[in-house]
């Protein structure tokens, strides 16, 4: 079986796709995969020659070019995960070529494809009624969430206790907005409280970052971590933005506040206020502080 996955990464779009990407592939163990992707300024397209599989470099996002690459490589599944792909383009490449498409969405917007999948904790199935095809299937929901094995290992193991309260902050691969130090100094106040800060080199803000964390004492930053499970299970409850990580934190029991960085969180974000979570619909310091006093 060949299969594509049309993704892209960089220090705007940030690194969630290709990430979950990685962890999909893994549950087509027998198959051919390869990457349709950009050269976008902040990518990780690395990451997917180290897992093993192929890259093909895109000149653009022009459906034409991706459908003749489907041709090329006699795709029998094209993967897409893309807010720049849309139901016309879905149906260009499908009435053309006839491969059977896996559409990734957590926006609820039209698709033409024989299989969508929302991962999303707050995913609802009934919102897709006539928005995909007749006899498309739906995996929608917390027990579609694409999880890397160390989140089932490090689940089960058992917390030390410490006499401060272990903070888990992360505001996605790239934060953008830079509200990694926002928060750093919104809560330093806290005396009781350590610090686990996560980021990776994509983060544009990287050397701001370490030159500010460097003489906050209650802090580690940890960058391109492989241990998130585990630093996830060391702490008492985390601050991050409601995307993919909140899933990872949610599949982890740990409490959490969230923080809505982005239009596209704007579905989990409603969720989140609906079952009574604590979620912030963008960064406000008072109300953070507030959100933390009450549990340290």
């Not at 790239?174 to 009781?192: C, G, L, P, R, T």
């Amino acid at each position: 079986m060949n299969i594509l996955i049309r993704a892209d990464s960089s220090s705007h779009i940030g690194l969630g796709h290709i990430m979950r990407d990685l962890v999909l592939c893994k549950q087509f163990c027998d198959a051919k995969i390869t990457f349709a992707t950009q050269n976008l300024d902040g990518n990780i397209n690395h990451k997917i020659l180290e897992a093993g599989y192929g890259l093909h470099t895109l000149r653009s996002n022009k459906k034409e070019e991706l459908l003749e690459l489907v041709k090329l490589l006699h795709v029998d599944m094209l993967i897409i995960d893309s807010y720049d792909i849309d139901y016309k383009y879905e149906s260009f490449i499908k009435t053309n070529s006839g491969v059977k498409i896996l559409s990734f969405d957590d926006t609820y917007k039209k698709h033409d494809c024989d299989i969508l999948l929302n991962h999303n904790i707050s995913a609802d199935e009934k919102k897709y009624k006539d928005l995909v095809p007749y006899g498309c299937k739906l995996r929608c929901g917390a027990k579609y969430t694409l999880l890397r094995d160390e989140f089932y290992e490090q689940k089960e193991k058992r917390k030390k206790q410490g006499n401060k309260k272990t903070i888990f902050i992360a505001m996605g691969g790239v934060d953008e907005k830079n509200i990694s130090q926002k928060i750093i100094k919104a809560i330093k106040e806290f005396k009781n409280i350590r610090v686990h800060l996560v980021t990776t080199s994509s983060n544009r803000h990287l050397k701001s970052l370490k030159r500010y964390v460097k003489n906050q004492k209650f802090v580690t930053l940890h960058v391109d971590s492989k241990n998130i499970a585990k630093l996830m299970r060391e702490s008492d409850f985390a601050i991050v933005a409601p995307s993919v990580i909140l899933n990872e934190v949610y599949f982890m029991k740990l409490p959490f506040i969230a923080i809505k960085t982005a239009s596209n969180q704007d579905d989990i974000y409603r969720y989140l206020k609906r079952k009574r979570f604590l979620a912030i619909d963008k960064f406000y310091a008072k109300k953070l502080k507030q959100h933390v006093k009450g549990i340290v």
